[in-house]
């Protein structure tokens, strides 16, 4: 199978690249200074932006192809640029075509661009919050991991640290076997991205097992092909005369294509039984969030009920201003109580 070129990873397209552009720029400097033309004229700034503009145009080129035409053009251009501040008139009229046919492009696009700007629509009010929404999930600084690691695990906060009017409690989720906390209002976009990638990977290493399943049953075959050519070949060489009277043992090849197969298929379904135990160690964490979510929840509307009852009795005269109840404290039963 031929090997795939990457452009982006190749230190010689790099270096290639990389030559070619600086050599461009410092013609396009040179050109003015060989030409006698003063650098309020602009020519040397607008080849170089051309040149500038054309690179960035090509950065994301893959195909072998059309990267060897683009560095043939840029190694022509140079060649011209080289001829100019030669003073060659057919190479200064080549140029002169050239940047009148750029200009052209250039204001043929800037009409385009004019002629679209008047059909700009403002968003509906009904997209603004997706508009909202892709913008929030673009943003980088919103999908690093938090240094003191899992923010999951400094919950749960105190009261005093909660936005909300009450403490809510997560749902407990399972994706795809990855376990989650679903806290009310919108998913952090780095649990969004945590569980794409842990999917993914789960989806990639089933796909593998799949094949490698497959494969194995043509393994099966390539081993019988393989005995059957060892075995003719042991027969050949037994009947031959330089084979005769010597006593040395055949030697038979160790390892089969089945031996192979079972050995990567085991190395795979470990590492899929090591995530499996990673997420049910996590999940163990997060249920322990929850319960620890639940109680306190619980203990707050103990609490909260308790002090509503208390500012009932002490509107009605029941209970002095100086008997309150601290914030979270068992409530206890008083002689009010058992006449009510």
Same mark, same amino acid.
């Given at each position: 199978m031929p090997l795939t070129f990457a452009a982006n990873k190749s230190y010689a397209? !790099?270096?290639a690249c990389l030559s070619l552009y600086k050599a461009l720029l410092k013609e396009c400097a040179s050109l003015s200074a060989g030409a006698g033309i003063s650098k309020s004229?602009?020519?040397?700034?607008t080849l170089q932006s051309l040149v500038r503009y054309r690179f960035r145009q090509d950065k994301n080129l893959l195909s072998i192809a059309a990267i060897g035409k683009g560095l043939d053009a840029g190694n022509e251009f140079l060649r011209l640029l080289q001829a100019c501040v030669a003073r060659s008139g057919t190479a200064i009229d080549k140029l002169e075509v050239i940047l009148q046919s750029a200009?052209?492009?250039?204001?043929?696009? &800037?009409?385009?661009? &004019?002629?679209?700007?008047t059909f700009w629509q403002a968003a509906s009010p009904k997209r603004l919050p997706h508009i909202?929404?892709?913008r929030r999930v673009s943003r980088k600084d919103l999908q690093r991991p938090s240094p003191n690691g899992p923010a999951i695990f400094l919950r749960p906060k105190p009261l005093s640290e909660i936005t909300w009017p009450r403490r809510k409690v997560p749902r407990y989720l399972i994706t795809s076997g990855i376990p989650v906390l679903k806290y009310p209002g919108p998913q952090p976009v780095l649990i969004?991205?945590?569980?794409?990638?842990k999917w993914r990977r789960n989806y990639k290493s089933v796909e593998m097992l799949e094949s490698l399943?497959?494969?194995?049953?043509m393994a099966e075959h390539e081993d019988v092909w393989d005995d059957l050519v060892e075995r003719h070949v042991s027969d050949e060489n037994r009947g031959s005369p330089a084979s005769q009277g010597s006593h040395v043992a055949d030697? !038979?090849?160790?390892?089969?294509?089945?031996?192979a197969y079972h050995l990567s298929i085991r190395k795979v379904a470990a590492t899929r039984y090591g995530n499996e135990r990673t997420n049910a160690a996590m999940g163990e964490k997060l249920y322990k969030v929850l319960v620890d979510e639940r109680e306190l929840k619980e203990k707050e509307r103990?609490? &909260?009920k308790h002090e509503r009852r208390m500012a009932r009795k002490r509107a009605l005269g029941y209970v002095s201003l100086s008997a309150g109840v601290d914030e979270g404290a068992v409530p206890v039963a008083t002689e009010t109580d058992e006449l009510k």
């Open positions: 397209h !790099r270096l004229n602009g020519l040397s700034s200009m052209s492009r250039a204001e043929a696009t &800037a009409t385009i661009k &004019a002629r679209n700007a909202e929404h892709i969004n991205r945590i569980i794409k990638q399943e497959e494969a194995r049953n030697e !038979r090849m160790t390892g089969t294509w089945q031996d103990r609490a &909260a």
